[in-house]
T-cell receptor, first 113, second 116 residues
Framework: GDSVTQMEGPVTLSEEAFLTINCTYTATGYPSLFWYVQYPGEGLQLLLKATKADDKGSNKGFEATYRKETTSFHLEKGSVQVSDSAVYFCALSDITSYDKVIFGPGTSLSVIP | GAVVSQHPSRVICKSGTSVKIECRSLDFQATTMFWYRQFPKKSLMLMATSNEGSKATYEQGVEKDKFLINHASLTLSTLTVTSAHPEDSSFYIC????????????FGQGTRLTVV
């Protein structure tokens, strides 16, 4: 079945450092790809998404590009802030899986001043 | 964007009692809603798919008699944890897909269930 793999962390960075969180997926169809963020004690928020190959999703300085050839959707940010500390989930949704959202294990990010 | 409201946000109950969690789509109709469970420091595991007007579809390993799902209208799905035990303590999150516009999945705020 469909699945998502991502680096689990935890990741600790200094403020203004560059962030990369790797994500790869396995899908039988042609999925849409997402990054969700969960701040401490809160629910999920959609951070960005991409629906087809070579699409780049971006939001709040975060970016990820849908790479079909490598089945990847790595999350990047050029300069992280303390307020970016959260858990980040890579996810996919595929019509062949009845549009269920399937999540990766999550990556905990801590940004220190 | 669309809003999914989940209630309650926190609940504490005694072992053996039942707890109902509501998930509402506030400004769109959702024929399908999803229920997830999140263990501490873990990812979200899909429990079941809730279908309006029909039985829910449960993922493998999820006890359908323990986690009762009802999707009586296009804007409301409920998850009832029956005869709760401490091991049912977890964070439960619902999701609804807005097929009318963006076909995007929106998530509720989650419910922290503690069984004592």
């Amino acid at each position: 079945g469909d699945s998502v793999t991502q680096m689990e962390g935890p990741v600790t960075l200094s403020e203004e450092a560059f962030l990369t969180i790797n994500c790869t997926y396995t899908a039988t169809g042609y999925p849409s790809l997402f990054w969700y963020v969960q701040y401490p004690g809160e629910g999920l928020q959609l951070l960005l998404k991409a629906t087809k190959a070579d699409d780049k999703g971006s939001n709040k300085g975060f970016e990820a590009t849908y790479r079909k050839e490598t089945t990847s959707f790595h999350l990047e940010k050029g300069s992280v802030q303390v307020s970016d500390s959260a858990v980040y989930f890579c996810a996919l949704s595929d019509i062949t899986s009845y549009d269920k959202v399937i999540f990766g294990p999550g990556t905990s990010l801590s940004v220190i001043p | 964007g669309a809003v999914v409201s989940q209630h309650p946000s926190r609940v504490i109950c005694k072992s053996g009692t039942s707890v109902k969690i509501e998930c509402r789509s506030l400004d769109f109709q959702a024929t399908t809603m999803f229920w997830y469970r999140q263990f501490p420091k873990k990812s979200l595991m899909l429990m079941a798919t809730s279908n309006e007007g029909s039985k829910a579809t449960y993922e493998q390993g999820v006890e359908k008699d323990k986690f009762l799902i009802n999707h009586a209208s296009l804007t409301l799905s409920t998850l009832t944890v029956t005869s709760a035990h401490p091991e049912d303590s977890s964070f439960y999150i619902c999701s609804a897909r807005d097929r009318g516009s963006t076909n995007e999945a929106f998530f509720g705020q989650g419910t922290r269930l503690t069984v004592v």
